[in-house]
């Protein structure tokens, strides 16, 4: 008799394990997110796949032998040099990742792109095909801006990454610039607050941190010691550059944050008002550079005569 009731026990047990695991796995949800850049000479896109809990319901049901609350991101990405021809590689990668991950558009949940700061023509060219994309596809738009995907970059390559300031190369000898910090207690996992916009300024009067960051993107590569905020940075992160992977996370937050647009509501985020300069302004500036280059020159025969 008790050799039978342990019986029944045990396939009672199995039975209450079973259905426990079946009603995880009806609340798991699907989320796929196609992420677009083309603010630098790089035609970068990436399909982001994640399986995640549909509710607070879901993480109640979960038990220690049920699996985990949420899968790691499956991430297909194309990285590709295209110079000013961007425009051309971007729907068949998008169409190659597609294939390669077994999906269709129709899966997508949304639509990501950066959206500036960057080459003008570039931005242009990302919100285009994210707008016509979503459009036909009747799915939000996530805009995220390319300085803060330098953040994100930053803290994928080093997780200990918690305060960064973001500058790029804006040509015309000036800098693209942000600041951001990561606050851990934000949202599901944590997520990034702006405690500096998107700025347009010469290098000598970007504003450093007040605290140890990383300097993030290409600018101390570009300006060296004209970048003061470089001297100061506890890392300098050169690699930490507009990239598609980096920006469909930080896209993912912030589609499950909600921080999305209509399609026909998508737009570049230029900072700067004008692409080019007139024939005067690049006289001006090519004047101040050459006496800037003549004062440094000077300065480093003086010093190598004492």
């Not at 960051?213 to 100061?232: E, K, P, Q, Y």
């Not at 999305?260 to 006289?283: F, G, I, L, S, W």
Request: proline share 5%; with cysteine.
């Amino acid at each position: 008799m008790r050799r039978q009731y342990a019986k029944e026990c045990m396939t009672h047990a199995r039975a209450a394990t079973a259905r426990e695991r079946r009603i995880t796995i009806a609340l798991m949800t699907e989320t796929v997110l196609l992420a677009l850049d083309t603010s630098t000479e790089y035609c970068s896109v990436a399909l982001l796949r994640v399986a995640t809990p549909a509710g607070a319901a879901a993480v109640a049901s979960l038990t220690a032998d049920a699996p985990d609350a949420a899968e790691e991101p499956r991430v297909w990405v194309r990285h590709e040099a295209t110079g000013a021809v961007s425009s051309t590689r971007l729907l068949p990668a998008i169409g190659e990742l597609l294939a390669e991950a077994g999906l269709t558009l129709a899966d997508c949940d949304a639509i990501a792109f950066g959206s500036g700061p960057g080459s003008f023509t570039g931005l242009r060219t990302a919100t285009g095909v994210a707008q016509g994309l979503a459009f036909g596809l009747d799915i939000p738009v996530v805009p995220v801006s390319t300085l803060l995907v330098c953040a994100e970059s930053a803290r994928l390559r080093d997780p200990s990454t918690v305060r960064v300031l973001a500058a790029l190369d804006a040509r015309m000898d000036e800098a693209y610039w942000a600041d951001y910090a990561w606050d851990a207690s934000a949202g599901d996992s944590g997520d990034w607050r702006t405690l500096q916009a998107a700025s347009l300024d010469a290098p000598e009067a970007i504003v450093a941190p007040d605290e140890p960051f990383t300097l993030a993107g290409n600018a101390a590569a570009a300006f060296g010691s004209r970048l003061a905020a470089s001297a100061a940075a506890r890392t300098i992160d050169a690699e930490a550059l507009p990239h598609a992977v980096p920006l469909a996370h930080a896209a993912l937050r912030a589609f499950r944050a909600g921080r999305t647009v209509p399609a026909d509501q998508a737009a570049p985020e230029y900072v700067r008002n004008k692409v080019a300069q007139t024939t005067a302004e690049r006289m001006a500036a090519k004047a101040e550079k050459d006496a800037r280059d003549t004062r440094t020159a000077r300065g480093d025969a003086q010093e190598g005569s004492r």
